[in-house]
């Protein structure tokens, strides 16, 4: 099955940073890609995605790239505010419509 | 519009205890899911369902986890005999339809504590 790897496991940024959180997936025939935000004790958000047949995709402070070749795809987010702060998954759709879920990345925006 | 949303939203059970998790999923919605969280994890799939069909149920720990979505909406995920291990944040989603990249839309969650 699906492997997904992310990394950092925590940020730090200072507010007006940019942040980059990245993940890397083992099945070179999924081609469905959502990034997801949790705030502390609420619901998964989605918050973007990409499909493979784009390499990037951007709405305004945030952007996800993709690279099927080297089975990699980034969350960058600019401006960052304190309100990013939270716990960010990026996710893989395997066969069958399930989604594999990284293990996530605990992005801490100071003001 | 209503999205989708999980009851109770806390459950205390004593080990051995039978527990039900319900899931009411956004109206009209084909597809559910329903995935385990435990603490500072990112969610693992358990269960599919296309309307009232269960296609998938690969992600089920044990034969102790039983779900159902008997009229193609509300769905119930039962746990007998709950262990220590049980105890995680039981996450349900549904999707508009069954094609492949379609939106999963999360419910609160229901985070089960066993004793």
């Known amino acids: 099955g699906e492997n997904v790897e992310q990394h950092p496991s925590t940020l730090s940024v200072q507010e007006g940073d940019s942040a980059v959180i990245k993940c890397t997936y083992s099945d070179s025939a999924s081609n469905y890609f959502p990034w997801y935000k949790q705030e502390l004790g609420k619901r998964p958000q989605l918050i973007i995605d990409i499909r493979s047949n784009v390499g990037e995709k951007k709405d305004q402070r945030i952007a996800v790239t993709l690279n099927k070749t080297a089975k990699h795809f980034s969350l960058h987010i600019t401006e960052t505010q304190p309100e990013d702060s939270a716990v960010y998954f990026c996710?893989?759709?395997?066969?069958?419509?399930?989604?594999?879920f990284g293990a996530g990345t605990i992005l801490r925006v100071k003001s | 519009g209503a999205g989708v949303s999980q009851s109770p939203r806390y459950k205390v059970a004593k080990r051995g205890q039978d527990v039900a998790l319900r899931c009411d999923p956004i109206?009209?919605?084909?597809?559910l899911f329903w995935y385990q969280q435990a603490l500072g994890q990112g969610p693992e799939f358990l269960t599919y369902f296309q309307n009232e069909a269960q296609l998938d149920k690969s992600g089920l720990p044990s034969d102790r986890f039983f779900a159902e979505r008997p009229e193609g909406s509300v769905s119930t995920l039962k746990i007998q005999r709950t262990q220590q291990e049980d105890s995680a944040v039981y996450l349900c989603?549904?999707?508009?339809?069954?094609?492949?990249?379609?939106?999963?839309?999360f419910g609160p969650g229901t985070r089960l504590t066993v004793l």
């Open positions: 109206s009209g919605h084909v597809s």
């Open positions: 989603a549904s999707a508009i339809r069954d094609t492949p990249g379609d939106t999963q839309y």
């Open positions: 996710a893989v759709m395997e066969y069958g419509n399930k989604l594999v």
